[in-house]
């Protein structure tokens, strides 16, 4: 099955700085990646997601870049504000009929300094 | 929209009772729903899918006498926690899903508290 691998665990940087968290994944066959946000005891979000058909995606302060070749990606935060502080998953999906779950990554906690 | 919504939110109750979660989609079809568990501080672990009218499939390692899973409509999953002993507290939460290339929509989840 799929293994997601994700690093650092834990990410400390000062207001208004860059972030940047990267994901590798195993089965060459994923082609779904979405990132989600999630505070303490609530739900996780979705911020962000892209398909192996693009390569970078972008909204506002937020971009996940894909290399398939190397099977990885990476969710950046720019100009990063105290709310963005909390812990941060990626995940890859395999296409199947009717499954289509998701593998996450270990998660990484992001603490914004302000 | 794409709101799920997850019941009860909080649950503490005695070894050897059953607990029943609920997850509805409130206002789209989920073909398919998820339910993961949550150890503190760690990642999202799949214990099972379930498609509407079908079966769940397990994930390994997951006992299917343990954690019974229905999926009687396209809005409603439910996960019973058979017999809970205090090794089955945890954060539980589900998600559901329309079609095959919509993301998935987290519920708030259930911290299930076995004493």
């Known amino acids: 099955g799929e293994n997601v691998e994700q690093h650092p665990s834990t990410l400390s940087v000062q207001e208004g700085d860059s972030a940047v968290i990267k994901c590798t994944y195993s089965d060459s066959a994923s082609n779904y990646f979405p990132w989600y946000k999630q505070e303490l005891g609530k739900r996780p979000q979705l911020i962000i997601d892209?398909?192996?058909?693009?390569g970078e995606k972008k909204d506002q302060r937020i971009a996940v870049t894909l290399n398939k070749t190397a099977k990885h990606f990476s969710l950046h935060i720019t100009e990063t504000q105290p709310e963005d502080s909390a812990v941060y998953f990626c995940?890859?999906?395999?296409?199947?009929?009717?499954?289509?779950?998701?593998?996450f990554g270990s998660g990484t906690r992001l603490q914004v300094q302000p | 929209g794409a709101v799920v919504s997850q019941h009860p939110s909080r649950v503490i109750c005695k070894s050897g009772t059953s607990v029943k979660i609920e997850c509805r989609s409130l206002d789209f079809q989920a073909t398919t729903m998820f339910w993961y568990r949550q150890f503190p501080k760690k990642s999202l672990m799949l214990m099972a899918t379930?498609?509407?009218?079908?079966?769940?499939?397990?994930e390994q390692g997951v006992e299917k006498d343990k954690f019974l899973i229905n999926h009687a409509s396209l809005t409603l999953s439910t996960l019973t926690v058979t017999s809970a002993h205090p090794e089955d507290s945890s954060f539980y939460i589900c998600s559901a899903r329309g079609p095959p290339n919509q993301p998935q929509h987290f519920g708030d989840g259930t911290r299930l508290s076995i004493l």
């Open positions: 995940a890859a999906s395999i296409p199947g009929t009717g499954r289509r779950a998701l593998t």
């Open positions: 379930s498609n509407e009218g079908s079966k769940a499939t397990y």
């Open positions: 892209i398909r192996s058909n693009v």
